[in-house]
């Protein structure tokens, strides 16, 4: 079973930091970039998330995967903040080979990323906790 789920990062996140972006490579072929269906190139942004849980900042490393053309940190530096566009988590059973479910693998994905220092205007965090 799978299920997406679309996120309120202003409501969600404190604040999200680019650490970098990097081609996402082919399973077993570390040199080949992975494409999606239609050909266009997959990217892996590692990201510092702060995040309120239980009343406390929690801070994460993520890596979120974003399909597209060009590289999409290109004229970021390390440490920007940035707003993640049409983000969402996705949660996936983990089975093993007899098929019985082990465990649960979650991942993040993003349309896009922008910078949000540039305009000067960083989402701003709400007081909702626990909010996804």
């Known amino acids: 079973m799978i299920q997406n789920f679309k996120v309120d990062q202003t409501r969600t996140f404190s604040s999200v930091l680019l650490l970098g972006v990097e081609p996402k490579t082919a399973f077993g072929d570390p040199y080949r970039q992975e494409t999606a269906k239609d050909g266009t190139p997959k990217w892996v942004a590692q990201l510092a998330a702060e995040f309120r849980a239980f009343g ?20 970021l530096a390390p440490g920007t903040p940035v707003e993640l566009l049409d983000f969402e988590v996705g949660v996936m059973e983990r089975k093993n080979r007899e098929g019985q479910v082990t465990g649960v693998q979650v991942w993040y994905r993003a349309g896009a ?20």
Do not use: F, H, M, Y
Request: glycine residues 12%.
């Open 56 to 75: 406390r900042p929690q801070r994460e490393l993520i890596n979120v995967g974003v399909t597209s053309e060009k590289d999409p940190g290109e004229g």
């Open 113 to 132: 990323l922008r910078s949000t220092a540039a305009t000067g205007q960083a989402p701003k965090p709400r007081a909702t906790e626990g909010a996804a």
